[in-house]
């Protein structure tokens, strides 16, 4: 089945720096990588996600890249701010359902 | 919109006591999701409907876990009985259709087994 490794496990920035998180997965099958922010004990939200016939997706600071051949795709947020800080968590959708990466742990210092 | 709702927020009991949650999804969501999530960890699936039938349940452990969506809106997970290693936030989920289609979470329930 699919497995989804996620990198690095904590991540600490200054405010305004850029944050990069990269995951890969197994199944060459999956066509759908979203990615979830959840702040200290709420729930997940989805923040950005990628199909697999576009390379490159942005939203304001947020982008995702993905690279099929590889198998990875990354998490890229630039200027970070400290309300920036939470757990993301990578996904990707492998038969029938979502498989999580373990979550990046990203602190913004102001 | 409404988002996912579920209940109780919190819920300490007992090692081989019983437990059950509950999720409304959001409303016309035909798939709905049970996630474990321990602390430190990703979500993990526990068991998948679409509608009212079970699609995945391949993770949940049968011996003591239990799902129902009767009606193919809300459900309840139940765990009977609960052990140790149970501890964690049990997430519930929806989206509209099963394939690459964002899921929405609910606020969890807290479960605390000492």
């Known amino acids: 089945g699919e497995n989804v490794e996620q990198h690095p496990s904590t991540l600490s920035v200054q405010e305004g720096d850029s944050a990069v998180i990269k995951c890969t997965y197994s199944d060459s099958a999956s066509n759908y990588f979203p990615w979830y922010k959840q702040e200290l004990g709420k729930r997940p939200q989805l923040i950005i996600d990628i199909r697999s016939n576009v390379g490159e997706k942005k939203d304001q600071r947020i982008a995702v890249t993905l690279n099929k051949t590889a198998k990875h795709f990354s998490l890229h947020i630039t200027e970070t701010q400290p309300e920036d800080s939470a757990v993301y968590f990578c996904a990707a959708e492998g038969p029938d359902k979502l498989i999580f990466g373990t979550g990046t742990r990203l602190q913004v210092f102001p | 919109e409404a988002g996912v709702a579920q209940s109780p927020r919190y819920k300490i009991i007992e090692k081989r006591q019983s437990v059950a949650f509950w999720c409304n999804p959001i409303s016309g969501h035909a798939t709905l999701y049970w996630y474990q999530q321990i602390l430190g960890q990703g979500p993990k699936l526990l068991i998948q409907f679409q509608n009212n039938g079970v699609v995945d349940d391949s993770q949940l452990p049968k011996d003591r876990f239990s799902a129902e969506r009767l009606k193919g809106v809300d459900s309840t997970l139940k765990i009977q009985p609960a052990k140790l290693e149970d501890s964690a936030v049990y997430l519930c989920?929806?989206?509209?259709?099963?394939?690459?289609?964002?899921?929405?979470f609910g606020p969890g329930t807290r479960l605390l087994v000492l």
């Open positions: 989920a929806s989206s509209p259709t099963r394939e690459r289609q964002t899921q929405y």
